[in-house]
């Protein structure tokens, strides 16, 4: 006799649900949120419009659905299960592992196609304001603030304002992922960006560790 395994294998209901949320994504992205119609995305899908009413109310819940997944990116997740105390310590191998994440990110399609529609709507939805504002970028930036204020007590980097290091981080971070989402976009070469990321860690790092001198003796 077979176990019985625990683990259980998705639903066709749920296989079936993710097929539509990928293909809204891709057209929310593509053409925008308001310019795409349930019939674009039940033609996609090569089924009737009813069909996606069994799985979701209207187009606002598949929007409502894809935002959830903003909390779950990998760029929200950047500290998540680490601690303090330990984190710090890697210093400026800490800065490179949080800039890679973002040049990854920029070139994930999933990532992007979340990242345009982001940008698309910030202005027109209140709730991607509030993740992007507290998920993406003010979360990020108290926790790095605190792993700079551990670096300063540590004289691994010069004493200065925690919060406005972090701000200085994480900002050209966000202006480089654009940039890259841009230029693809466009079908233009991205390689003038992608060494951006590493570049901005050695700069910021060269202007904010300490210096330390050798003796004589």
Do not use: C
């Amino acid at each position: 006799m077979y176990a019985e395994s625990d683990v259980s294998l998705p639903s066709k209901g749920s296989k079936t649900k993710e097929k539509i949320l990928k293909i809204s994504l891709k057209l929310f992205s593509n053409k925008g949120y308001k310019a795409t119609t349930v019939r674009d995305i039940a033609g996609a899908m090569g089924v009737k419009q009813s069909a996606l009413y069994n799985h979701f109310k209207n187009k606002d819940e598949i929007l409502e659905t894809l935002v959830s997944d903003l909390t779950s990116s990998a760029i929200v997740t950047i500290f998540e299960g680490k601690e303090s105390q330990e984190l710090y310590k890697q210093g400026k191998s800490l800065l490179m592992s949080i800039a890679t994440v973002f040049k990854l990110l920029s070139f994930d399609n999933q990532n992007e196609a979340l990242f345009k529609l982001m940008m698309q709507e910030i202005l027109l939805n209140e709730r991607i304001r509030e993740i992007y504002n507290e998920y993406f970028y003010q979360e990020n930036v108290k926790k790095l603030s605190g792993l700079f204020f551990l670096m300063m007590q540590n004289e691994m980097i010069k004493s200065s304002d925690p919060l406005l290091l972090a701000n200085e981080f994480f900002s050209p971070l966000f202006f480089y992922q654009m940039q890259v989402s841009l230029l693809k976009l466009d079908k233009k070469s991205t390689s003038s960006v992608v060494s951006l990321f590493e570049k901005h860690v050695d700069y910021f790092w060269d202007s904010i560790k300490i210096e330390r001198q050798g003796t004589l003796f």
